[in-house]
């Protein structure tokens, strides 16, 4: 994968060492400035989405509203397209809306404006579909490139990484509870999906297994749930 970096030996080792941390790390700060989670002074915690909306998000959405629980959906454009419908429900139900680019691609080694393109599309398709203007953005997979600092510039929206990812597209549900909740910490960002990139039938129901497990027993912890951007707030 790092054939591209010129040199040889210990250097290039190095600069792909410093590559790889700064496109994956959910800390590194290299191509864009972003979060892995807030400050930790209150025992609060943010549940995140990816991929969504899909048929799928509105029962999530049924239990979190049970719940009383506030959570941060990163929505990709093309499956707001598909379901506008869902997508302002989210917000109607008291939850902020992130942008997770357009199509859903994979961002490395592709060109500054390419990563502008797909981020201001979906930028405009939320806009567009549900009167809300995001404030944060997430990369597919979590992995950024060169061109993500100029366009978060552009449309003012803050990176947000993760402090617990779930694998929940490739997980039982218990196996994702069991890994979100040995992982929590007060002021913890939790990456679960309500979409499988822009598929217009995802299979989640892991997900959704995970998080009514998830959900009672943080509670019973101690654990109130916030957005991403409350959660930031010192």
């Known amino acids: 994968m790092w054939g591209w970096i010129a040199g040889s030996g210990a250097a290039a080792a190095a600069a792909a060492g410093v590559s790889a941390y700064g496109i994956a790390a959910p800390s590194a700060q290299l191509f864009a400035p972003s979060v892995c989670r807030g400050p930790g002074r209150r025992r609060s915690i943010a549940l995140t989405f990816d991929d969504g909306p899909s048929p799928a998000t509105l029962e999530l959405l049924d239990f979190l509203a049970k719940q009383s629980v506030r959570a941060t959906f990163f929505q990709c454009g093309r499956n707001v397209e598909r379901h506008p419908e869902i997508a302002r429900a989210a917000l109607s139900a008291g939850h902020e809306l992130g942008n997770h680019t357009d199509s859903h691609p994979r961002l490395y080694l592709r060109s500054p404006r390419f990563i502008d393109q797909e981020f201001t599309r979906a930028q405009r398709i939320i806009q ?37 990812l779930g694998h929940d597209w490739e997980w039982p549900a218990p196996r994702v509870a069991d890994r979100v909740l040995r992982k929590a910490s007060p002021g913890g960002i939790v990456c679960l999906h309500d979409g499988r990139t822009i598929r217009p039938e995802p299979d989640v129901s892991a997900m959704l297994g995970a998080v009514k497990r998830i959900v009672p027993v943080l509670k019973d912890q101690g654990y109130s749930f916030e957005t991403v951007s409350d959660l930031l707030i010192a």
Request: aromatic share 8%.
């Open 128 to 164: 567009d579909a549900t009167g809300a203007t995001p404030r944060l953005l997430r990369a597919p997979y979590g992995l950024r490139w060169l061109g993500m600092r100029a366009t978060q510039r552009k449309l003012n929206l803050l990176g947000v990484m993760w402090t617990v």
